[in-house]
């Protein structure tokens, strides 16, 4: 055996047992008896351990050292570059500290929701103050002197900087503000009401799946506290929610789950338990997420077909027509909370993150005028005041837990997906009809076919870049909203 | 930190991966999505890798050198000679052999399906031979010049020997093939009919999981094809299985596991993730799940109390009365099948494979011979012969495994269970009334104390003579279906 296939077995393996660790944790989430849970921390750390160890062993690095890239193919230089960054990424970062960072997350994450629980910044401060610190040390272990952002960054989306970003995102700030400002002048649409029954929108929800093109052959769809997509290959599993008087929240929760579970389904089964085997970073699974869930499952076209659907499911829901029904789906309106917000104003909840974290990491914010700092900025950009820090600054886990990076990802997904759906269209020129029928299938094969099935092969903004015929930028995500809810609100 | 101390914090971790091993076994029984089959193949050669190469590290055995026993309590040199003899048998196979007998029966368990399938021994035979040829050679790597057959034994019931069995069961064969003799000449118990409702099978069947004792909240009951029990400490999950026609499948299915559930769920907490924190010996376990299943399950004192459950459940089902109900569930009929039979008969199925698979072992009998052998005495045992391969020498999986010495600790199982169940009796006055009302919770307390709390601190035939009093033998068990059996058929 050469020394690629020697590494390239031993990578297999590890890719097997990060699957596990996977699937432990939908276990938990969905089927777990509650009084496993201090049994299943021991598992976790168990092969959370193992995991690490492969990690940074060092005949990985001896491979590493030993294989001469310019004798590979395409493919195989792409699975090299995905094990050495993560090789390089595991031995950088000083095994005590990676130990203390494990063990403040975990502690912080407790005080968060102590915090949270009695709207208590203060209380939660000198903790976060603690994990800053932390991750600061682990971002310059990571930056080698370079941009500490950055570092953190690419854990989650190699290749893109904190100055591509700003560049971006600093251009749809005032554009979006504005749209919303306007949005909230104009006359609102009715609000769904009634109460439809919860095995019936579980009902539905599975033939969402289903016309989105999960397979549910290599899949299953369960109820979770938290909607979330799990798994690489051939076994992917989604969770979605119910609510008996908002039956959008499962419908959609389940669309952007099958946006992320089909994006892992469908990558080319040649990279198997491989480390091109998997979506290339975060932006770009939720570029997937995003364009099933708003580009495509909240379009004139689709919502019509969903309509019927809804009707045939729920009887007559006090919803006269398909346009009305339309403008409910798209309603606009005011609130605090990131994960509840609409398209139009989900980017602002977002962008505030970035600018807020970006200044915690170079020192320019310290965390006691965080609150504050977020106060300002929400009002801001929203128009009215945060009226307690759990609708605020405390309504997020991530930085509890350490993640500092991850909030741009979701947003970066957007633009992604705006770019992607604006060639999609040129692509397919019966894309309305096709969602009107209820049929996605010219819309998912095409990203299957030009995003999904690369899996790792390309990075992250290559990966748009090929599909779209160029490189993405936020013009196609802010002219499609401008378009979108200026017909909808007749401004 | 003390070498004990490194020994046990190593130890702890394995025993976590080897619960999520179980726990993906649990998953592909129940939850997994068919497609996923090819993918958890290789998730779980990841994990048995991991665990085997961790079973035997040489660290463990360093640290076994160092530490010495005579400095240790009760407790620790327990979970030494556990440690020690694992560590043993995964040092004493070579590792080449280890890799031969995991392929070859992995494809054999296909070619056993297919045979069955067609009905063909023929086809099976060579593929068998193989297997038994590498099984002895393991054998032989184990014995150390010692018996074969009972270092495969020391795999499941450490501490029997083959001659042990012999001696208990050569004294039960002639007893019970006469007793099966007299009852197939008396009057047969009618049969129930009717269809019952599968949903409500599961509600009672919940029902019964908590009346013996099974905790929920460390536990869950779901369908799966094949009632199994999986996983230790605080998560420890049974499955059962539905059948319109034949609802004591069910509740006898859960009864049956939930004994062995109990047992792991009942082990005292302090060694929880250790080598005593889960079930002795196949023996012993057994012997919880059979005295659940029959000794009070199958009792006129529960049957009585189910009557009425079944009543409430099912409504008239056509059977009269609670005396009815008990000679019903407790009928002999003729079978062919071992999973298929009753209290009475089942001793006989395992007590010819024992002797077949032992023959096989010493090389008194060759494979080509084992279809004829298996088929006269079955004959001479049942008193009619074998209509097919699936329904004779082909039916179980076991041997196509490589499970050889696995058997036997069903019976044995049975014969702990006769032991224990003479003990309770004594102890437990009131044993009877309790029953006839619903309540286990003096004799499943009873076990709790006597048997399960202490997991592998004592050795298995120990667990049991602690708990009787007395060194286990048949007699108990040969009492106890005599008397049973003469009463219900009035012999």
Redesign the interface.
């Known amino acids: 055996m050469s020394a690629y296939d020697e590494l390239m077995a031993f990578q297999?393996?590890?890719e097997?047992?990060a699957?596990?660790a996977g699937?432990?944790g939908w276990?938990q989430e969905t089927?777990?008896?509650?009084?496993?849970?201090?049994?299943?921390g021991?598992?976790m750390?168990?092969?959370e351990?193992?995991l690490h160890a492969r990690r940074m062993a060092p005949q990985v690095g001896e491979w590493l050292a030993t294989i001469d890239p310019d004798r590979l193919d395409d493919v195989a230089r792409a699975q090299l570059r995905h094990i050495r960054r993560d090789f390089d990424r595991a031995t950088k970062v000083p095994a005590a500290l990676a130990a203390r960072i494990a063990r403040v997350t975990s502690q912080a994450q407790g005080s968060w929701a102590e915090a949270r629980a009695a709207d208590d910044f203060a209380a939660f401060a000198p903790v976060l103050a603690e994990v800053v610190a932390l991750k600061r040390e682990e971002g310059q272990a990571l930056a080698n002197g370079g941009d500490v952002y950055d570092a953190m960054l690419a854990d989650y989306e190699p290749g893109t900087s904190g100055a591509d970003l700003q560049a971006m995102f600093g251009a749809l700030r005032p554009e979006l503000t504005a749209l919303r400002a306007a949005v909230r002048e104009a006359e609102a649409p009715p609000i769904l009401e009634g109460v439809f029954d919860e095995s019936a929108q579980m009902k539905l929800t599975r033939q969402l799946a289903r016309t989105f093109g999960y397979?549910?052959?290599?899949?299953?769809v369960d109820k979770a506290v938290h909607p979330f997509s799990s798994g690489s290959?051939?076994?992917v599993?989604i969770t979605t929610r119910t609510n008996a008087i908002d039956p959008f929240n499962c419908f959609y929760s389940t669309i952007h789950e099958v946006g992320h579970g089909a994006y892992e389904q469908n990558i080319d089964h040649a990279y198997?338990?491989t480390p091109l085997g998997q979506g290339v970073s975060m932006g770009v699974h939720e570029s997937q997420s995003r364009i099933y869930e708003n580009q495509l499952g909240r379009s004139r076209a689709f919502t019509s077909w969903l309509y019927a659907q809804m009707r045939d499911a729920f009887g007559d829901f006090g919803v006269a027509d398909a346009e009305t029904f339309y403008r409910i789906v798209n309603r606009v309106s005011d609130g605090f909370i990131r994960t509840e917000a609409d398209e139009l104003q989900y980017n602002l909840h977002v962008l505030m993150r970035l600018d807020l974290e970006r200044a915690l990491m170079r020192g320019d914010l310290l965390v006691d005028d965080l609150e504050s700092a977020w106060n300002e900025r929400f009002e801001a950009d929203f128009g009215f005041p945060v009226d307690r820090p759990s609708n605020g600054v405390l309504q997020d886990v991530h930085w509890s837990v350490g993640l500092f990076g991850y909030f741009p990802t979701y947003s970066l997904g957007n633009v992604y997906a705006g770019c992607l759906y604006e060639a999609l269209r040129r692509a397919v020129p019966t894309l309305d009809d096709d969602l009107a029928q209820g049929d996605t299938s010219s819309a998912t094969g095409w990203l299957r076919q030009n995003v999904q099935t690369h899996g790792g092969l390309y990075e992250p903004r290559d990966t748009i870049a090929r599909a779209c015929g160029k490189t993405p930028d936020e013009a196609p995500l802010l002219g499609y909203l401008k378009a979108k809810f200026s017909d909808l609100y007749r401004l």
């Open positions: 297999r393996e590890t097997a047992l699957q596990i699937r432990l276990d089927v777990m008896p509650r009084g496993a849970a201090p049994q299943r021991e598992e750390a168990a092969i351990g193992v397979d549910m052959s290599r899949g299953r290959g051939l076994d599993r198997l338990l």
